[in-house]
């Protein structure tokens, strides 16, 4: 699989997201992204009890563990590229996560405009 250039929606190098628990498509840390990535996991959202519940009763639950897949499950706090679409879902329905910018792959504005992003954008340190 070819990946798509490493590029934030800053314009910049695209940032880690999270090793622990590790993230991503390509399980690398980071939310890049390619033509085969049909879910575009391309946000680094910072998890809450309230998206948990949300994307749970939308039928995605990362919260619970399964051991089988070696997910531990996710819980408030967590860093997770998280799919586009139901980012943009969350958002319209008033429960979006927080957003690291500097993390989130410039592919998750075909979906998501960059000033929804913005404003759920996670405060950086220093600002």
């Known amino acids: 699989m070819q990946k798509d250039p490493a590029i934030n929606v800053l314009g910049d190098a695209l940032q880690p997201c999270s090793e622990a628990p590790l993230t991503g498509f390509f399980r690398d840390a980071h939310c890049n992204t390619c033509a085969e990535d049909q879910g575009s996991h391309t946000v680094c959202a910072v998890m809450t009890a309230e998206f948990l519940a949300y994307s749970k ?53 075909d979906i998501v405009p960059l000033k929804v992003l913005q404003e759920h954008a996670f405060p950086v340190e220093g600002s």
């Open 57 to 109: 009763y939308v039928g995605n639950d990362l919260s619970t563990p399964r051991p089988e897949f070696g997910f531990a499950g996710l819980k408030a706090g967590d860093r997770w590229c998280l799919c586009a679409g139901r980012f943009l879902q969350a958002h319209d329905e008033g429960c979006a996560p927080k957003v690291h910018l500097s993390a989130t792959h410039l592919r998750a504005t």
